[in-house]
């Protein structure tokens, strides 16, 4: 397949100011009519117009209203014109309910709904389905009334009716130009939750969430999350709403969580839905967060674009970074940046390190669908936050201004971003771009050196090669330092902000009073792998003293994942980390959200990161043993808090989130201690729960036990929720993450079960993406578990290539593995490989992970 590159951009040949379409909608027959007003651009001379298909019929083509013949190239028809302005018509017919890629128009349980982005409009009608085409449409709908009562797309309903036979129609029109990416529809019988937002300026705003009937009392949390984003976008970003009506749309089969079409948002229902009965804490601030996102996309995607899809982070990076200064402001900033930090480590760090590695604007692509990955939005959000770092928020904020001011209706780059910041915050960027284009994880090497009352701070950096990027060059990497007295453990001065420019530099401190102990890149100021040698006796003052929590969080992390690697290496001692812990947990009652994410061990993924050759069981028997004594030497401690922790009534407050996620952690450390009372404790908390967050969390710590109450607990949570796709979606991820021995034995039996289904992408991702995302099971030493997800992968292909692809990344890893392994897991990557007629979408990603 062709390989397309940035290199190689062109400006379109021909722009669609208007677009006028009319859809007969039915799931088994679509048709489409199109008229697009085309006006040949500057660069457009002697050029045809170039307009893309998705292997839909083209029934008919007119030109200025008289039929004309067009030329096929691959699935674009190719039209030459004589003049510089024309109007086409094009008629077509698509069929939604076999479309199982769910990309273009499609059906989802008994409704039509469009994905568009990337290339989905394509698939739709013919159109140069590229993002620097902005277009203002209207849309028609006609269909059958009481099969799709409600007819929605993007902008403002502006007519409709009914008509003879059963049917209706309605018209809408969008006043703002935009890419076909962003085009939506959406038909179906669905109930609505509807609100309304005043903006700053005083207009009003139709709010509404459209579910299935049943599901209406599950939306009030996403809705409560829409209004608070859009306060939040004016009062942080000076951003208000632009049309008059925001509806959302959830749908059960999405390939992705999200889609924020202009006005008309499509969701994942898991990422709508939430009471506590049927959703986690968890899910709760998930649902809030991609609210958050798809909403802020209206200015940072929206109303400016992105010029072509190498410029993806230019939206889905500052976004990212957007929503999560929303969660920040919501609850606690400190174990949001926590969150923020471990997943960027558990997924975006192996990419980074690996064959799939690209840099944040990458620089070509076989299936754009690839690179929604967590390199290009949540290392892109690094990148956002690092400029914000350097500048401070006043001229980052200044920068954003000028950014929106200069480029609102525009489609731009990255680059167009940067300079915007630069010349909004007066900065100078200019090194600062590096970071857009080289991918890998930066190392930084920190030594303190003491002497007398001064000290000497030496700091390298270095950036590994990675595929087609043979040689680096030092960026300019934000570290947040401060020192602390290693007898008081009082901070020494204030925290500085260093900029490591080269590729070394030191650093002068003086007036130190006491020994200093180094705290560096807090608040994770910077996306690279910090190495220090601190000893254990500075890692516990700082998990004790310092007054950054993120800092904090790190050094307890930094003794645990050092007592793992000793422990590897077999030299096994707990004691540090014990009484680091002991002290820690003297804070449970003040912060139990902080505790909880503080007492957490670094994940196997995490541990094996540190490793020259990765043997997953010595890995994860290494960390039971971390978890069986600090779970044995602090076991009144747990037990304790499993009892102090019990809530009264449920309340969806920061401290009762945080008290039910330390004492689901309080319970697995028991069992981690093989206390005896750990199971029926399990099991009470599971019966007793009034939320999903105390039932999930008690069935997760007996899921991976011998315990009776096990195979009692998992019939009782199906039978209470079959019927419930986000909870029977639990049901099958925690089966997939359990650590006992024989889960691949029960994960193939849970493919077989009849609620098991290849058709539906949350499915697929809570049974294949939890295992193949479970260290243990999937690196089983036969190689029975890479034969499982790899026979998966083949029979997904067919059916959507887009959610096939994301199950491929875990084999890339093989390098990092023993020889036996990464046998076994390249000859799984070949024999997916030596298949005809895979897609793109899984050929890009077998045949780099390959390389
Ligand atoms: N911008 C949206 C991306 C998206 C997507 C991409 C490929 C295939 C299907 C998709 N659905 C949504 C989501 C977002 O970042 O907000
Ligand atoms: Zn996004």
């Not at 005083?202 to 049943?214: S, T």
Request: glycine residues 8%; charged residues 25%.
């Amino acid at each position: 397949p062709p390989i397309i590159r940035r290199a190689d951009y062109v400006p379109p040949a021909w722009r669609v100011p208007e677009v006028a379409l009319d859809f007969m909608l039915d799931a088994d027959e679509t048709w489409v009519r199109a008229t697009l007003s085309v006006v040949r651009a500057d660069s457009g001379a002697g050029m045809p117009l170039a307009l893309d298909g998705g292997g839909q019929k083209l029934v008919s083509l007119r030109v200025d209203g008289v039929p004309a013949t067009w030329r096929t190239d691959g699935d674009r028809i190719l039209i030459d014109l004589p003049g510089n302005a024309h109007r086409i018509e094009t008629e077509c017919v698509i069929h939604p309910a076999t479309n199982t890629q769910l990309m273009g128009l499609y059906a989802s349980g008994g409704l039509l709904c469009t994905q568009c982005e990337a290339e989905g409009f394509r698939r739709i009608t013919f159109f140069p389905d590229r993002p620097d085409i902005l277009s203002r449409y209207t849309v028609r709908m006609e269909a059958d009334r009481a099969t799709y009562p409600v007819l929605l797309a993007n902008g403002d309903r502006i007519n409709g009716g009914d008509l003879p036979g059963g049917r209706h129609w309605a018209q809408w029109r969008d006043p703002f130009p935009k890419p076909s990416y962003l085009f939506a529809l959406v038909a179906g019988d669905l109930a609505v939750n509807r609100d309304r937002f005043i903006t700053r300026s005083g207009r009003g705003v139709d709010l509404g969430i459209w579910v299935r009937e049943g599901d209406l009392p599950r939306t009030g949390h996403a809705m409560a999350a829409l209004k608070a984003s859009m306060a939040w976008d004016e009062r942080v970003y000076g951003r208000e709403y632009d049309l008059s009506v925001f509806n959302i749309v959830a749908v059960a089969d999405f390939n992705f969580g999200a889609m924020e079409n202009k006005g008309l948002n499509i969701f994942n229902s898991r990422y709508i839905l939430a009471d506590p009965e049927t959703a986690t804490d968890a899910d709760y601030d998930a649902v809030a967060g991609v609210v958050a996102h798809e909403y802020f996309h209206n200015w940072s995607g929206n109303r400016v674009t992105c010029r072509d899809w190498f410029q993806l982070s230019l939206k889905e990076g500052f976004t990212v970074f957007r929503d999560q200064q929303f969660s920040a402001d919501q609850g606690s900033a400190a174990v949001k940046r926590i969150e923020d930090v471990r997943l960027l480590r558990a997924a975006q760090f192996p990419e980074d390190g690996g064959p799939l590695a690209h840099p944040v604007r990458p620089d070509s692509y076989i299936e754009i669908s690839n690179f929604y990955t967590a390199t290009v939005y949540n290392k892109g959000a690094e990148l956002i936050r690092m400029m914000a770092t350097m500048l401070g928020w006043d001229r980052f904020r200044r920068g954003c201004d000028l950014y929106f001011d200069r480029h609102d209706g525009q489609a731009v780059t990255c680059e167009d971003f940067v300079r915007a910041i630069e010349e909004g915050g007066e900065a100078d960027l200019s090194r600062f771009r590096l970071w857009y284009s080289q991918a890998g994880t930066p190392r930084v090497t920190a030594t303190l050196d003491h002497h007398g009352t001064a000290a000497t701070l030496r700091l390298t950096q270095s950036l590994a090669a990675t595929p087609g990027q043979p040689v680096k060059q030092p960026m300019p990497i934000p570290l947040r330092v401060a020192l602390f007295g290693a007898e008081t453990g009082r901070r020494l001065g204030e925290e500085r902000l260093i900029v490591l420019e080269d590729a070394a530099a030191e650093i002068p401190f003086e007036g130190l009073a006491e020994r200093p102990v180094l705290s560096i890149n807090r608040g994770f100021s910077a996306p690279v792998i910090v190495e220090t040698t601190r000893p254990a006796a500075d890692l516990a003052l700082l998990s004790a003293h310092d007054d950054d929590p993120f800092a904090r969080y790190e050094a307890l992390q930094q003794l645990m994942l050092d007592t793992i690697l000793a422990d590897l290496q077999g030299r096994i001692d707990h004691a540090p980390v014990i009484a680091a812990m002991r002290d820690v947990l003297g804070d449970a009652a003040r912060d139990p959200a902080f505790v909880a994410e503080a007492v957490l061990p670094p994940s196997e993924a995490f541990v094996g990161d540190h490793l020259p050759a990765i043997d997953p069981e010595a890995v994860h028997a290494a960390r039971e043993r971390l978890r069986a004594a600090i779970g044995g030497a602090l076991v009144d401690d747990w037990r304790g808090l499993h009892d102090r922790l019990k809530a009264g009534a449920y309340e969806l407050t920061p401290a009762a989130k945080g008290g039910r996620r330390l004492r689901t952690i309080a319970l697995s450390y028991m069992f981690a201690a093989g206390a005896a009372d750990a199971a029926a404790r399990a099991w009470a908390q599971f019966e007793a729960a009034d939320n999903m967050t105390d039932r999930q969390g008690a069935l997760a710590a007996l899921a991976s036990s011998d315990a009776a109450e096990r195979p009692r607990a998992l019939a009782a949570f199906y039978d209470r929720y079959r019927g419930d796709a986000l909870v029977i979606d639990k049901w099958f991820s925690t089966q997939a993450l359990s650590t006992r021995p024989d889960t691949l034995r029960a994960v193939i039996a849970l493919a077989a079960h009849p609620d098991f289904t290849l058709a539906n992408p949350n499915r697929v991702r809570a049974l294949i993406g939890a295992f193949a995302a479970n260290q243990r099971a999937f690196h089983q030493a036969d190689g029975q578990g890479y034969r499982f997800v790899a026979d998966m992968i083949l029979a997904l292909d067919p059916i959507n290539p887009q959610t096939a692809a994301r199950m491929v990344p875990p084999f890339g890893r093989w390098r990092r593995f023993d020889p036996d392994r990464a046998t076994l897991m390249t000859a799984e990557l070949n024999r997916i490989l030596a298949v005809p007629g895979l897609s793109r979408d899984v050929f890009e990603q077998v045949s780099k992970s390959l390389a």
